[in-house]
């Protein structure tokens, strides 16, 4: 009987091993369900990439919807999703806010610079503190805020054109009719 313990064992880590296999076939490992969904967003004041005398805050954004777009110039990823954001991230419907995080100041201006600016604006969270309080796992990571200020979506990885259109313009569109 003391033989087959080792069998057992292994057998016993096969089905493990097939079982994780077959969750990660079954779930999008991107859809991390965020506890902030449906909650108001992080109070923060961060400076702005294109003079940082001015900052923005979660307060300033109040009134109208936004998507704010966490990104950094030594994003892989980022370099991946920004052809998207430059064609279609003026037509969503919302002010797209780039959040640079954890970059230098300079090579963020210089990769925008490089690649065009989808932004309406560029805020900076240089330590990723902020972030912190987002949830942010990495770059890039995208959040829809309605005008109460309430997460009402999140997105980690980039954005594309498909997912623009069957998950980000709903949620906007959704917004719209929740409005007043």
């Excluded at 969750?23 to 909650?39: A, F, G, M, Y």
């Excluded at 009134?63 to 950094?72: D, E, Q, R, S």
């Excluded at 610079?113 to 989808?118: C, D, F, L």
Aim: aromatic letters at 10%; one cysteine or more.
């Amino acid at each position: 009987m003391s033989r087959l313990i080792p069998f057992f064992g292994f057998l016993l880590l096969v089905v493990l091993f097939g079982f994780g296999i077959w969750w990660n076939t079954q779930h999008d490992q991107r859809e991390v369900p965020s506890p902030l969904i449906n909650k108001p967003a992080p109070a923060f004041v961060l400076p702005k990439l294109d003079d940082p005398a001015q900052t923005v805050s979660r307060d300033n954004l109040l009134g109208k919807p936004y998507l704010i777009n966490v990104f950094a110039s030594w994003c892989i990823a980022c370099g991946e999703e920004h052809p998207v954001l430059m064609a279609q991230g003026k037509s969503i419907g919302v002010p797209v806010i780039g959040y640079n995080y954890k970059d230098d100041e300079g090579d963020a201006k210089g990769w925008l610079a490089k690649h065009g600016n989808p932004y309406d604006m560029v805020i900076v969270d240089r330590e990723g503190r902020t972030a912190i309080d987002f949830g942010v796992y990495g770059a890039p990571e995208s959040f829809l805020v309605d005008g109460k200020g309430i997460i009402r979506y999140k997105r980690i990885g980039p954005l594309t054109p498909d997912v623009i259109e069957k998950e980000l313009k709903p949620a906007i569109a959704a917004l719209a009719k929740e409005q007043p």
